[in-house]
């Protein structure tokens, strides 16, 4: 899991149409001082499915929701009819997804998501992880090995609260 350069960029807002596995709609503001693990997917991408998705849900079981804030991002740059959100919703039935699930809104004439373009997203899985003080701390596209992004995680847990 490759770090972000030590510029530490602020994360974006997430921009979205809809959110699931969640009483409220999250925000990146209301979410410092905890590291957030946000995971871009599509329910058609083998390696989401394959990796990133069970990766992620491992994530959300292992750290404390106080310290960690896991959030999946269904991000669609294809076949659009075949993803839809009553689609998604029996994704994550079968899939046993329990972590908040937003779907990355989509802008007429725009090739991709907004979520997906502010983060300059290559594709899915793209797994982030976002620090306490809300800044990108890593951005890897492709399968992210477990205990490298279990350790990086695990040293942004550490870090102080910032003030």
């Known amino acids: 899991m490759a770090p972000v350069d030590s510029k530490r960029q602020a994360a974006p807002e997430l921009d979205v149409a809809a959110w699931f596995n969640t009483s ?13 693990v946000l995971h871009a997917f599509q ?9 990133g998705v069970p990766q992620a849900q491992r994530i959300h079981n292992l750290f404390a929701p106080d310290e960690v804030q896991v959030i999946g991002l269904h991000t669609v740059f ?13 994704f994550m039935h079968e899939f046993r ?5 937003a779907v990355d809104r989509h802008q007429d004439g725009e090739s991709l998501p907004s ?21 990108i701390r890593a951005h890897q596209f492709g399968q992210a090995d477990d205990m490298a992004v ?5 040293r942004l847990v550490a870090e102080p609260v910032p003030a």
Not at 118 to 129: A, H
Request: glycine content about 8%; some cysteine.
């Open 24 to 36: 409220a709609p999250l925000r990146l503001a209301q979410l410092r001082g905890r590291v957030v």
């Open 43 to 51: 329910m058609l991408c083998p390696g989401c499915i394959l990796h």
């Open 78 to 90: 294809e076949h659009h009819d075949a993803m839809r959100e009553p689609s998604l919703k029996a």
């Open 97 to 101: 997804v329990t972590f908040p699930v």
């Open 115 to 135: 979520t997906m373009a502010r983060y300059e997203m290559q594709g899915t899985p793209t797994l982030i992880l976002v620090d306490r003080a809300g800044h």
């Open 150 to 154: 279990g350790a990086q995680i695990a």
